[in-house]
């Protein structure tokens, strides 16, 4: 049978697909701008159709009914992996789950303790050849694919086409849902003064030749805007968005000295505007990869001279960093930070940088005596290597605890270095000097 009569075969309408959904079952969606917002719609739509159906997933495009709407219990229960704001309340209030684990991790957990009943993800139209393009998300969308037992796919022909591991014969997919619709796009917000002296601290310790790493929001893109003097530089990277593409436009990007993916931008998924979406399509230096490729520390620690740039909540003066949540409250998750945390200690001349504003909106200083009561140690002590703020570069490896806490007071907000120092001398019984 040639692959257009088995694609043909497996077309369906929305409720044809969700119909074959059992009852009692893991779904997971594909990541990210990945989401099918088409099926997930109709899904809650009808949600008296399924009983007891466990929605999985990191990061999301989508609206999360599932947990944010009245009536879905005993239908539709959200199980995050890495919790967002339109989950927040619901991870708080037990209505949803949260699971935490390492991004790269992530597809092991598929082989054993969290096995997948159901993958819905959105793909391109196939090709000449019979195989569609996961497009935008390779990371654990990938493993996902290849252990769900009943895979549905939303086929968006405004998808775009993406090579590497991002390739998938039809026969792995088993429903095929048409229907195409605009791609949720991630704009670039302004970036103020202070977003734009981290990107410019940031910048000071990245070299020619380097290989980056970076996040999603406005320090990265500062990061990237500050980096425009450089040459020469590579991305391995979890995530990859709009500043990615200026910076190989500019010519700063070459990917010529990274000794693994020589040539090419390596990613486990994107997002960013539509300007970046035509970019990505059919693009030969976009090099897609699942997530326990990217994100692995020993993949990672092949790649000489990398430097990794994650954000954080807070910093207390140990050097413990919490990314993830503000007290008990469950805001986000690690991610990919430790990930490349641990792969750039393991590189040859790695950097990991923890980039961040001095304070949340002036009102509260991000640097502090102790993380708040029921805060997540995302990072360890024993891990931190650089952090940053608009006020200076504290390099904390290698340090004291009390060499530590003064190098970040040097960086914190001048607004909060009275209170800070005083915490200081109680804590180490001595003059703040």
């Known amino acids: 049978m040639s692959w257009k009569s088995i694609y043909d075969s497996r077309i369906m309408t929305a409720e044809e697909a969700l119909k074959k959904v059992p009852d009692n079952c893991r779904m997971f969606l594909a990541h990210s701008m990945s989401e099918p917002e088409y099926l997930v719609e109709y899904m809650c739509d009808h949600k008296e159709w399924f009983t ?74 196939p090709d000449e050849n019979g195989k569609v393009s996961l497009g935008m998300s390779c990371d654990y969308t990938k493993a996902a694919l290849e252990h769900a037992k009943l895979v549905i796919a939303q086929v968006n ?7 590497g591991a991002a390739l998938v014969d039809i026969s792995e997919i088993d429903c095929f849902v048409i229907h195409n619709q605009p791609i949720p796009e991630l704009k670039p917000a302004p970036l103020t003064e202070v977003e734009i002296n981290i990107g410019k601290n940031c910048a000071k310790l990245v070299e020619d030749g380097d290989t980056l790493q970076l996040g999603i929001g406005s320090i990265p893109d500062a990061v990237c805007a500050s980096l425009m003097d450089k040459k020469d530089l590579g991305i391995h990277t979890e995530l990859m968005c709009d500043g990615v593409m200026n910076l190989v436009k500019a010519g700063v990007v070459t990917n010529q000295k990274k000794p693994i993916d020589t040539g090419v931008c390596t990613t486990a998924f994107m997002m960013g505007t539509k300007e970046f979406y035509d970019w990505v399509d059919h693009n030969p230096l976009i090099n897609m990869q699942p997530v326990d490729y990217t994100n692995n520390p020993f993949t990672i620690a092949q790649l000489d001279h990398i430097v990794s740039i994650n954000s954080a909540v807070q910093v207390d003066f140990q050097g413990q960093v919490c990314s993830e949540s503000i007290g008990l409250m469950q805001i986000s998750a690690v991610g990919g930070q430790v990930d490349f945390v641990r792969g750039a200690a393991m590189a040859k001349h790695g950097k990991a940088i923890i980039a961040m504003p001095s304070t949340v909106k002036g009102k509260v200083s991000k640097i502090v005596p102790l993380l708040d009561e029921g805060a997540a140690v995302t990072t360890s002590r024993n891990d931190v290597d650089y952090v940053v703020t608009e006020y200076g570069i504290a390099h904390l490896k290698g340090k004291t605890l009390k060499q530590r806490s003064k190098a970040l007071i040097e960086i914190a907000h001048p607004k909060f270095k009275p209170e800070l120092i005083k915490a200081f001398e109680e804590r180490y019984h001595c003059k703040y000097e």
């Not at 709407?69 to 037990?94: D, I, P, Q």
């Not at 789950?97 to 793909?123: G, I, K, S």
């Open 157 to 163: 022909d405004q998808w775009p086409y993406t090579g």
């Open 52 to 125: 007891n159906v466990e929605i999985c997933h990191m990061g999301s495009s989508g609206k999360h009914r599932y947990c944010t709407e009245e009536g879905m219990e005993g239908h539709l229960r959200h199980n995050s992996f890495f919790v967002s704001g339109l989950s927040r309340k619901a991870v708080l209030e037990g209505r949803a789950d949260y699971t935490p684990a390492f991004f790269h991790e992530v597809p092991r957990l598929f082989d054993e303790a969290v096995p997948v009943d159901v993958l819905m993800l959105t793909v391109t139209p």
